[in-house]
């Protein structure tokens, strides 16, 4: 398995609802993709920022979706959203 963990950076004020709502919303268009396991938000329990945890059968099938005109299309809606940029951490699952 093709994990992804991703660190978001600042929400902008307000715009938590909007954020979890996009999040929700690109998990369906997502899901479509051949290879996509599940997507899910992790929101921090001590001050923090959002961190997502993505799982797909393979790379390859990551890559597909990652290079993909709706995963475009989803950055651009939820990048005004925030005060960065976000940073994935891309890992292979060796136990589980």
């Known amino acids: 398995m093709f994990v992804v ?3 978001f950076p600042p929400i ?3 715009k938590d609802a909007e954020f ?11 899901a479509q993709f051949s ?3 599940r997507r899910r938000l992790l929101k921090p329990v ?3 920022n959002y961190a997502a945890i993505v799982e797909f059968e393979d790379r390859k099938s990551f ?3 990652h290079s993909s005109p709706a995963h475009k299309k989803a950055g651009e809606r939820v990048s005004p959203l925030f005060d960065g940029r976000p940073t994935p951490r891309f890992y292979e699952l060796v136990i589980g």
């Open 5 to 7: 963990v991703i660190s």
């Open 20 to 30: 979890q709502e996009w999040f929700a919303t690109s998990n369906k268009e997502f």
């Open 46 to 48: 001590e001050p923090g």
């Open 35 to 37: 290879g996509f396991i």
């Open 63 to 65: 890559e597909a979706m």
């Open 12 to 14: 902008k004020a307000g």
